[in-house]
């Protein structure tokens, strides 16, 4: 299985992006796809993620109200529309699928993950 990250690019502050990720290789399904990222220097954070039953949505407080999580479970694809996008938003993004029942911030319980794609902000 592999997770392709797309879309990441420099972007103006207050600006938008779409970040796209598809999921190939032999059939799997997920029960939950999310979007982490990582600052130089920093750990990995979890961004937001979707929970294909019910689709139910998380994000993390620093994104709340300005990023969108949103797919399609029988493509194996999830977008993050970003908006209003900061400077603390410039990171390494990684989408990432988890194949357990139950929904998590944790990276660790993640078992599948993308390349990542940068995404850096200009002031």
């Known amino acids: 299985v592999q997770l392709q990250a797309s879309g990441g690019g420099l972007v103006q502050a207050g600006g938008s992006l779409r970040l796209s990720c598809a999921a190939s290789?032999?059939?799997?399904?997920?029960?939950?796809m999310g979007w982490f990222r990582q600052a130089p220097g920093k750990e990995r954070e979890f961004v937001a993620s979707?929970?294909?039953?019910?689709?139910?949505?998380m994000y993390a407080d620093s994104v709340k109200g300005r990023f969108t999580i949103s797919g399609d479970n029988a493509k194996n694809v999830v977008d993050l529309q970003m908006h209003s996008v900061k400077s603390e938003d410039t990171a390494v993004y990684y989408c990432?699928?988890?194949?357990?029942?139950?929904?998590?911030?944790?990276?660790?319980?993640?078992?599948?993950w993308g390349q990542g794609t940068l995404v850096t902000v200009s002031s």
């Open positions: 290789g032999r059939t799997f399904r997920s029960y939950t």
């Open positions: 990432a699928a988890r194949v357990v029942a139950g929904d998590s911030r944790d990276p660790r319980e993640y078992g599948y």
């Open positions: 979707i929970r294909w039953i019910g689709l139910y949505t």
